[in-house]
């Protein structure tokens, strides 16, 4: 099987079983909070016409401002494609990303997509949907390396005697350096920032390199061929958040990502 199909396979299953973890904790809070008071989420939203999206338009290529001062991106089309599934037009509210949540529970916004990472400290305030991108540390090689990278093996023990590049600083940083502890043949070589890391294994000044999967989709999206993706080293799911107390919304925004999903939508959005 060739690498590129075992490794989109692999990363596919991986996100199945975070989708899985979380989809478990989502159904309980509605099933709670659905017996708890008369839901009317849902109805409220479609009867207005409107689902009110809020975002922090800073973070390309997931959302940011366009020339006329639009907001454009991954996360705002994703927005339109569930609103149109529910029947409605999504609208858009620019709010700093620690105002987010306070939005959500002050009622301002209807669901937070913006980039939002899984935080379980926070699902006692909020229904998070299934993951639909996994923004954590991955392990990305030339698209020429010729060795053979197996999604199960053990890849600080692979990488022995090669030489990866890292953000300075970052979590990537840090896998290599423990990685480095037992397997004292890796030689880490820090960089300035992510997009400098990809650019030295594309010049072949080092054999890998480590760094957060947006910096990498947006290294590929404008280097297309360059690099491949051996694996996710860490997990960093993006989920949509709806108020704890909209159990009817958050499900059916859920069951329309489900459908986006599976049909390729999502993909297509983060390959554009």
Do not use: C
Not at 102 to 111: E, S
Not at 205 to 233: F, M, N
Not at 240 to 259: S, T
């Amino acid at each position: 099987m060739p690498f590129r199909e075992r490794n989109e396979q692999w990363a596919r299953k991986r996100l199945l079983l975070l989708a899985a973890a979380l989809i478990g904790l989502a159904v309980l809070i509605v099933a709670f909070f659905g017996r708890a008071h008369d839901d009317d989420s849902l109805r409220r939203v479609q009867s207005a016409g409107v689902l009110r999206v809020g975002l922090d338009a800073s973070f390309p290529p997931f959302e940011t401002l366009d020339d006329s001062g639009d907001v454009v991106g991954i996360d705002v089309e994703l927005a339109h494609l569930i609103a149109a599934r529910l029947g409605v037009r999504a609208e858009f509210a620019n709010i700093a990303f620690d105002g987010l949540y306070d939005a959500l529970q002050a009622g301002r916004i209807d669901a937070v997509i913006s980039g939002l990472p899984f935080d379980e400290r926070r699902t006692r305030d909020v229904i998070y949907s299934r993951p639909y991108f996994n923004a954590g540390q991955q392990l990305v090689v030339s698209s020429d390396d010729s060795l053979t990278w197996e999604a199960d093996s053990d890849w600080a023990v692979a990488l022995n005697g090669r030489r990866v590049a890292v953000e300075w600083g970052s979590l990537g940083d840090m896998y290599a350096r423990q990685w480095q502890a037992t397997n004292p043949g890796i030689q880490v070589v820090p960089h300035e920032d992510a997009a400098k890391a990809l650019q030295a294994v594309v010049e072949n000044q080092v054999d890998a390199a480590i760094a957060d999967a947006v910096s990498v989709h947006e290294y590929v999206r404008r280097h297309p061929g360059r690099l491949q993706v051996v694996r996710d080293v860490t997990d960093e799911p993006y989920v949509i958040a709806v108020h704890r107390r909209a159990g009817h919304l958050a499900a059916a925004i859920d069951a329309a990502l489900a459908e986006l999903l599976q049909s390729g939508a999502v993909q297509d959005l983060l390959n554009r």
